[in-house]
């Protein structure tokens, strides 16, 4: 890598906070919301030593993969952050895709991972602040991405396999973090203005496109409960549509979802 490359000047309006390392990306970015950091403030870490996933897990984040999180201040109902996480998730699949070899297959899974030949490589993690002085609108949101690029966590068990790029044939330039950082951040740009002027409609029929397992048998795991039934659909608000035998449709808007193999 020449020393240019170490220059990362990412599009207006992003402000780019760079750090070697720190406890989570997503929880820096919150502490600067707190502090009145501004809109599209992003937060990189080249690693982290409290990653956090979704549901309270943990994310692997030593050196050599990508680790981000974008702040944004939403004047938005909170209905609307679902919808986000797909803007993202299809942002990081369409990026993933160009550089795997060709053939490998791409898709997302509910709600926002992004799988390589049925291996997660990428997670999405979104944490929001209500507006207290608004009913039902967000303060800010936190959109935090982590990308696998050259290594990934050995598998925890069959149902959670994951992969990088390394480990999908990428090599080169294909395995720059920092390339993927601008990459990333300028496809989520692009999206976001695709959300803003034309609504959920193109975001969902793109990620609908490369969804796994719709149409077909899925289990869901709550807090409380696990159901299984058809992945039917996915509403106007980004929830998963759950076909019951002999019962009504459930929407599962939080929860773990497994396909058979
Ligand atoms: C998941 O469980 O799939 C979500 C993983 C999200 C990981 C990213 S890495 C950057 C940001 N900071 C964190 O602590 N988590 C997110």
């Known amino acids: 890598m020449n020393d240019d490359a170490h220059i990362l000047h990412l599009p207006s309006p992003y402000r780019l906070v760079e750090v070697e390392s720190i406890d989570s990306t997503n929880a ?9 950091a501004p809109d599209y403030t992003l937060v990189w870490a080249k690693r982290q030593t409290a990653g956090r996933g979704r549901r309270g897990r943990s994310w692997v984040s030593s050196e050599g993969n990508l680790y ?3 702040l944004l201040r939403m004047p938005y109902p ?3 952050v679902m919808q986000l996480g ?9 990026a993933v895709q160009v550089l795997v070899p060709r053939g490998a297959f791409v898709n997302v ?30 303060e800010w949101l936190v ?24 480990a999908q044939g990428v090599t080169g330039a294909g395995l720059d973090v920092q390339a993927m950082l601008d990459t990333l951040a300028k496809r989520f740009l692009a999206g976001l203005a695709t959300w803003r002027n034309l609504g959920f ?15 077909g048998p899925v289990t869901v795991r709550l807090a409380d409960e696990t159901l299984h039934g058809i992945f039917a659909a996915l509403d106007e608000d980004g929830a998963l549509v759950l076909h019951l035998d002999g019962q009504p449709n459930r929407r599962i808007t939080a929860g773990d979802v497994f396909f058979p193999n």
């Not at 820096?28 to 009145?36: N, Q």
């Not at 991405?145 to 396999?161: L, R, W, Y």
């Open 28 to 36: 820096e970015a919150k502490r600067l919301a707190e502090s009145g």
């Open 68 to 70: 981000f999180s974008i």
């Open 78 to 80: 909170i209905r609307d």
């Open 86 to 94: 797909f803007v993202v998730a299809n942002a990081v699949a369409d």
């Open 109 to 138: 899974k509910w709600p926002n991972d992004v799988l390589v030949e049925n291996q997660k490589i990428a997670g999405i993690l979104m944490e929001a602040e209500m507006d207290a002085a608004k009913p039902g609108q967000l």
């Open 143 to 166: 959109l935090g991405i982590g990308v696998n690029i050259n290594s990934h966590p050995a598998d925890i068990d069959s149902e959670h396999p994951a992969t990088s790029l390394a």
């Open 201 to 215: 409609g193109p975001i969902r029929r793109h990620w609908l496109a490369r969804a796994k397992g719709l149409g």
